[in-house]
């Protein structure tokens, strides 16, 4: 009779330190994960703090340079017409050439006659 309640005794014993090891096995991993998890949280903030200023000043450049792009769109129609009117000076200085090149010949072709 004491053999088997020392064996069980023994037994339980046994159990019990197993489940003191598990316990202890899983306390380790809720550490390490707890470590990961500060870890993460301080880096975080340490990117994520300076994000409201570093954003605000993005805006602002954005807004200039929208402001800027405005400005070059209405010089690039000035230009727009200014070459419009170039190219139709052109085409006209050059009809002209051509019709007092036509007038010439036709004065000489006459004249001839």
């Known amino acids: 009779m004491i053999v088997i309640v020392i064996t069980i005794?023994?037994?339980?014993?046994?159990?019990?330190?197993?489940?003191?090891?598990?316990?202890?096995?899983?306390?380790?991993?809720?550490a390490k994960a707890t470590r990961a998890i500060l870890a993460a949280d301080r880096n975080t903030y340490k990117v994520l703090h300076s994000a409201p200023k570093t954003i605000t000043v993005g805006q602002k450049g954005?807004?200039?340079?929208?402001?800027?792009?405005?400005?070059?769109?209405?010089?690039?129609?000035?230009l727009g017409q200014v070459l419009g009117i170039l190219n139709f000076t052109q085409q006209f200085?050059?009809?002209r050439a051509r019709q007092n090149r036509q007038l010439k010949k036709l004065k000489k072709s006459l004249s001839k006659s």
């Open 9 to 30: 005794n023994i037994l339980i014993a046994l159990f019990n330190f197993y489940l003191a090891w598990r316990i202890w096995k899983i306390r380790r991993t809720i």
């Open 62 to 78: 954005a807004k200039t340079l929208r402001e800027q792009y405005q400005k070059l769109e209405i010089q690039l129609e000035k």
């Open 93 to 95: 200085c050059r009809k």
